[in-house]
């Protein structure tokens, strides 16, 4: 059984940092691109950042310079560091496990407020 489990969400200030996590269990989580991606309420999801089996990023403009992306294979987690967060980041915040051929892994998501 395929598990995704995000964590770290919560409320934080503007201007503040969080860093976001991503367990993953049930795949060879090595052979998988991960993503991060967000919903605000009213809208669609939205893409952030990925992170490709072997190391490369993408990030949306819209984070690019203030969110990073990374991944630790031997603890098959994904992680997102947030920095000088807005309050146009909050919003529910979806990992998502991608590989050719294998139909996509969700989470759960985890709520993140940017608020003072």
């Known amino acids: 059984q395929v598990q995704l489990v995000e964590s770290g969400g919560g409320l934080v200030q503007p201007g503040g940092s969080l860093r976001l996590s991503c367990a993953a269990s049930?795949?060879?989580?090595?052979?998988?691109?991960m993503g991060w991606y967000r919903q605000a309420p009213g809208t669609q999801r939205e893409f952030l950042a990925r992170?490709?089996?072997?190391?490369?990023?993408a990030y949306a403009d819209s984070v690019k310079g203030r969110f990073t992306i990374s991944r630790d294979n031997a603890k098959n987690t994904v992680y997102l560091q947030m920095n000088s967060l807005k309050p146009e980041d909050t919003a529910v915040y979806y990992c998502k496990a991608s590989k050719t051929g294998a139909v996509p892994y969700w989470g759960q998501g985890t709520q993140l407020t940017v608020s003072s």
């Open positions: 992170v490709t089996s072997g190391g490369s990023t």
């Open positions: 049930g795949i060879i989580f090595s052979a998988y691109a």
